[in-house]
């Protein structure tokens, strides 16, 4: 290997050459949850951004070896009674232990849907990922009642800015 020559990674790509990967975790049992996670997953996957491949998955099925491969995180969650989902939740519980130190600084951002507060929930995404070392790096998206038009664009941008960050 020459002073020129990049190195190798062990499966033969230069380090240059290794493609992002964004991990969107999401509990979404609703037709509004659902919603969101569509405008969020189909944003993060823009034409617009090269470089990063995206998997969105159901926060009750996200292990930790899923975890410790991504590069960048978002997450998704309805508010159920001022808190966040115990699927999320669940979620943290499971690969909570694995993912410190190995993430520790990673990116990410997250949307919370409520009828009524979604404080609790934000409280809570925010010690737990504090608590992880992750690093907020995008706006959260915080609704109340029914999506809008507006939200729903706030949702897309969410995720092609997760993706364009990945990309850099």
């Known amino acids: 290997m020459t002073a ?4 190798k990674g062990i499966i033969g790509r230069t380090f240059r050459d290794r493609m992002k990967h964004l991990l969107i975790v ?3 049992p609703s037709p509004n949850t659902r919603l969101l996670v569509d405008h969020v997953t189909t944003g993060a996957n823009t034409p617009d951004v090269s470089g990063v491949t995206v998997a969105a998955v159901d926060a009750l099925e996200a292990d930790s070896a899923a975890v410790i491969s991504a590069d960048g995180y978002l997450l998704g969650t309805p508010a159920n009674l001022g808190y966040m989902s115990g699927a999320l939740k669940h979620f943290f519980d499971v690969v909570y232990n694995d993912a410190v130190p ?6 990410f ?6 009828e ?10 925010e010690k737990i990922t504090t608590g992880l070392g992750w690093k ?14 507006e939200h729903l664009d706030e949702c897309w941008e ?4 997760a993706s364009a960050m990945l990309s850099v």
């Open 102 to 107: 190995a993430t520790t600084g990673r990116p």
């Open 136 to 149: 907020l790096t995008q706006k959260p998206v915080l609704l109340i009642g029914q999506p809008t038009a």
């Open 4 to 7: 020129r020559e990049p190195h």
């Open 158 to 161: 969410l995720g092609a800015a």
């Open 26 to 28: 999401h509990h979404s």
């Open 116 to 125: 009524s507060d979604v404080e609790g929930a934000r409280l809570a995404i």
């Open 109 to 114: 951002g997250y949307w919370v849907h409520g």
